[in-house]
């Protein structure tokens, strides 16, 4: 494939059981073009290992006085320089393209699985592991792809010019096609203390990318706490780790390089110093002397090549098992049913007993805040199973994702504790908020051996009854049609970045037009903001950019625009995990009476503790430990429920036995 012809069509279905398979896969499917990069490989090697043999006839023809083969010589020097300019050119542009073409195949791979994840991808990876993966471990398996054609020229040529050296001079010959294997294998002893060294560096790097990504993700919290100097301090001693780890990789690949360089020069001096007590005794003439050393100069050249091609081998390895274990991961797709039409009714999770009447606006108060994510989830039905077989890294058991609307955000509980520690002021490991479904505390080391089956232990695959949609099970469905008739929006919204008109431009049913999903989130304020930023003179706010994630918003505006975007998309089924948790009480409100009439007609679930919205849901159910404790309009659980209103008052628990609230800010930031 050339570089014009990208995207590739289909970058087809990887060999992930492990990171060497990976990099076989790779080769096979960019064939044509290690072949085409051999065929210019083995004509640019050809050419300069046949140099020595003119220039020697050349030597001999002056000291003979022969200037008729002096000329041929010369002749034939011209041809061979200008096949090696052009090999030259033709290579590099055959390498370059395989290079280019192999990282763009995995970047679609990663695309396609990161679409396919959603937000259960980095409940299962590390956010730094994913940044990693997608930057610098692509530019390792591309290198090594790049590099691989090259080897094999040298190779094929260095074994011809052994042979031919035999042939041409037997005893000179014998000598150099024993040294060259010797010095082609002399560092295979030093590449597994290097290859741990590289190994060591990029681990510490991912640490000091996550600590820096989460940060990033975090700084108005960061700001607020007074809690910069504190991360800096501990960023500062994440990069020395990783500048300290660099010195020591690069220590011993230096020496590798040395002794590539040491061992090949004390060949070249043992076969001048035999050549010339050869020469001396008349065993070989001058310009046969002048050939061989030519050729031991030129196998100088392909063991660069076998270098190159050692480290290349070095580092891809493990990014391309680290690849493809991030390929592995997999989450149903296909379902048992193949439905006519889209299931309709109420929606029932056999796990809690809740039932959410259709066409009705229904909330949930959990006692337990992180129950109420994992709930949120289940009710969008395909929960993550184990992963395919015959790969020996990988964990089972995804954390279940979203669609739209889905991501991962650092939250302010999250950032305080990876700055401040979880009681005091010590420092503490950070804590992922798209974790907080899986981990009830600090994040794992990702990048630890064991991660994987620490993973393991804490996210078994969800094996219970699915949830049930008008008496079908959406996990007997294809994933498409289930997505397409229940959505629902994590409780950290990420905002690509983009125009609103594209942030909007989802797939809906066409019932609810922007302007009115906008109107119903009470995004007044973010239209006009944005139409002041709009990029022509009109002021329409639909051309206004937003940057990534949305961070020149507010929290409140950032989620008063997702749920805008979620009832765009209209789907049968909408459950909203705290869509108004970062919004002040007089917006709230509005927003509350915007989502009950933009819904009517429509089953809506909204896990929230907020009395705003309770008030003027048609029914409110709240789970205790795990199980619907009761169910009613809101004004009555709070005076039938104590537990009920202990959670939505924040009252001091009634009993033991109640869960603490979810705490959520009320403060509207302004843009």
């Known amino acids: 494939m050339r570089i014009r012809d990208l995207p590739h069509p289909d970058p087809g279905v990887p060999d992930v059981r492990s990171g060497g398979r990976f990099l076989v896969w790779l080769c096979r499917q960019q064939r044509g073009g290690l072949l085409k990069a051999l065929f210019w490989g083995l004509v640019h090697m050809g050419s300069l290992a046949a140099f020595p043999l003119p220039v020697g006839l050349a030597v001999q023809a002056a000291v003979d006085g022969r200037g008729s083969r002096l000329a041929l010589a010369g002749g034939v020097l011209a041809l061979l320089g200008t096949a090696v300019a052009v090999s030259d050119i033709m290579l590099h542009r055959a390498s370059v393209t395989n290079w280019i073409v192999t990282v763009a195949r995995m970047q679609q791979l990663l695309s396609r699985k990161t679409a396919e994840l959603g937000g259960a991808m980095t409940r299962r990876v590390a956010a730094g592991e994913i940044v990693a993966v997608s930057t610098g471990d692509l530019e390792r398996i591309g290198w090594f792809v790049e590099a691989l054609s090259r080897f094999t020229a040298a190779l094929v040529a260095s074994v011809g010019v052994c042979l031919a050296l035999v042939g041409y001079q037997p005893t000179l010959g014998l000598v150099v096609a024993l040294g060259a294997p010797v010095l082609a294998l002399a560092v295979l002893p030093l590449l597994p203390p290097a290859t741990r060294r590289a190994d060591d560096q990029r681990d510490k790097a991912g640490r000091a990318t996550e600590l820096a990504s989460d940060t990033v993700a975090g700084l108005r919290v960061l700001r607020g706490i007074g809690g910069e100097s504190l991360f800096l301090g501990r960023y500062r001693d994440a990069s020395q780790e990783v500048r300290r780890a660099a010195v020591r990789s690069a220590r011993m690949w230096s020496l590798i ?37 030519g050729a031991v100069s030129f196998l100088l050249y392909p063991l660069r090549h076998f270098e190159e091609l050692t480290m290349s081998w070095s580092f891809s390895l493990p990014s391309a098992g680290r690849t493809a274990r991030v390929l592995a991961l997999s989450r149903p797709v296909e379902g048992r049913l193949t439905a006519a039409e889209p299931p ?87 804590r992922h908020a798209a974790g907080r479904r899986d981990m009830d505390h600090h994040a794992p080391d990702h990048h630890h051996p064991d991660h994987f089956d620490t993973v393991n232990s804490l996210a078994e695959p969800d094996r219970s009854p699915s949830v049930a949609l008008g008496g079908t099970p959406l996990d007997d469905l294809p994933r498409d049609t289930a997505r397409a008739v229940v959505l629902v929006q994590d409780k950290d919204p990420v905002l690509l970045s983009g125009t609103l008109g594209e942030l909007l431009d989802v797939p809906a049913s066409g019932r609810v037009t922007a302007t009115a999903a906008l109107d119903a989130a009470h995004c007044g304020d973010v239209l006009a903001a944005l139409a002041r930023a709009s990029a022509d003179d009109r002021d329409d706010p639909m051309r206004g950019r937003l940057t990534e994630r949305g961070r020149s918003l507010s929290g409140g505006q950032r989620q008063r625009l997702a749920l805008a975007r979620s009832l765009v998309a209209d789907p049968e089924v909408l459950v909203l995990d705290e869509p108004t948790s970062a919004v002040d009480a007089h917006t709230e409100a509005r927003v509350a009476d915007g989502l009950r ?13 907020s009395p705003l919205l309770l008030d003027r849901a048609d029914q409110v159910v709240f789970v205790q430990g795990g199980k619907v404790a009761g169910e009613a309009p809101h004004r009555e659980l709070l005076v039938t429920h104590p537990e009920y209103r202990a959670v939505v008052t924040r009252e001091p628990d009634p009993a033991p036995a109640a869960s603490t609230p979810r705490t959520e800010p009320t403060i509207e930031e302004t843009a």
């Open 344 to 430: 309709s009714g109420d929606l029932h999770d056999p796990v809690s007993g809740l039932t959410a009447r259709a066409g009705q606006l229904t909330a949930v108060v959990c006692g337990d805040p992180d129950a109420a994510g994992r709930l949120a989830d289940r009710l969008g039905g395909h929960p993550p199973h184990t992963d395919p077989p015959g790969h020996p890294d990988l964990p089972s058991g995804l954390g279940a994702g979203t669609d739209v609307g889905a991501g991962v955000e650092v939250e302010a509980d999250a950032v305080a504790a990876t700055i401040l520690g979880p009681d005091s002021g010590e420092p503490a490991p950070p």
């Open 257 to 293: 390089s040395a002794v590539q360089v040491a061992l090949p020069g004390l060949l070249l001096i043992a076969v001048v110093w035999y050549g010339v007590r050869l020469a001396l005794d008349g065993s070989i003439a001058i310009g046969e002397l002048v050939t061989v050393y």
């Open 597 to 609: 009439d933009i819904r009517t007609g429509r089953t809506t679930v909204v896990l929230t503790s």
